[in-house]
């Protein structure tokens, strides 16, 4: 049943490292899994991204000698919270969260894969400029509506609908099927906000 004609789901970053247990892991994280293999099927493509990190990535507070994680340092110009190592390529915690359908997913995006530069949005890198390539798959599939699910809300999330709405999507964020990080405390609200506030339509 394809009830969403020219859309698309997008699942953002529904891995172990995000989930209880992983390294950076977001409250409640596991508990849009279910969701999201029940809304899966209605939906004619299925896209799903992959947050997978070289060792070596700058996001990393380990890679920054002195610093703390969860710090925040502007590097080249741009804001970065220093995280915890999470989502490295190849490991256990880069990989989807058990019991994740991925079976009717067609592309598989990761990101995050340089590592001079972290990339939360689906669409571009942090310096807002370097595609991932992600537009030009939708634009060739005539798709003009985005449905986000995912994690997390403050962060990858927010930034690949804010993206979604740049590029001329009609975005739309299933929040039940989001859990966010919120740090700083209160940055889920602030998120949320902003995204409404920017023409993302929250669906309860
Ligand atoms: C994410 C922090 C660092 C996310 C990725 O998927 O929202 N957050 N890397
Ligand atoms: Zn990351």
Not at 23 to 34: I, M, Q, S, Y
Not at 66 to 79: F, H, P, W
Not at 93 to 122: H, Q, T, V
Not at 125 to 132: L, V
Request: net charge negative; proline share 3%; charged share 25%.
């Amino acid at each position: 049943m394809d009830l969403y004609g020219n859309s698309v789901l997008l699942v953002i970053d529904v891995q172990n490292d995000f989930c209880p247990g992983g390294r950076l892991a977001v409250k409640d994280g596991d508990r849009v899994v279910p969701f999201i293999n029940e809304i899966m099927d209605k939906f004619g493509k299925v896209v799903a991204t992959q947050d997978w990190h070289p060792e070596d990535h700058l996001s990393f507070a380990s890679n920054h000698p002195g610093k703390e994680v969860m710090e925040i340092e502007t590097i080249d110009g741009i804001e970065q919270v220093l995280w915890p190592d999470h989502c490295i390529q190849g490991t256990e915690g880069a990989n989807f969260y058990p019991g994740l359908n991925i079976e009717n997913i067609s592309l598989i995006l990761r990101k995050g894969m340089d590592k001079r530069i972290d990339s939360y949005s689906a669409f571009f890198e942090n310096d807002k400029k370097t595609s991932t390539g992600l537009d030009g798959y939708l634009r060739n599939l005539h798709i003009d509506t985005v449905y986000l699910t995912g994690l997390a809300t403050d962060y990858c999330v927010y930034y690949t609908a804010i993206d979604a709405v740049k590029l001329g999507y009609r975005t739309n964020l299933f929040i039940k099927g989001s859990r966010g990080v919120n740090f700083p405390e209160g940055n889920v609200e602030r998120a949320v906000n902003d995204m409404k506030e920017r023409g993302v339509k929250i669906i309860e």
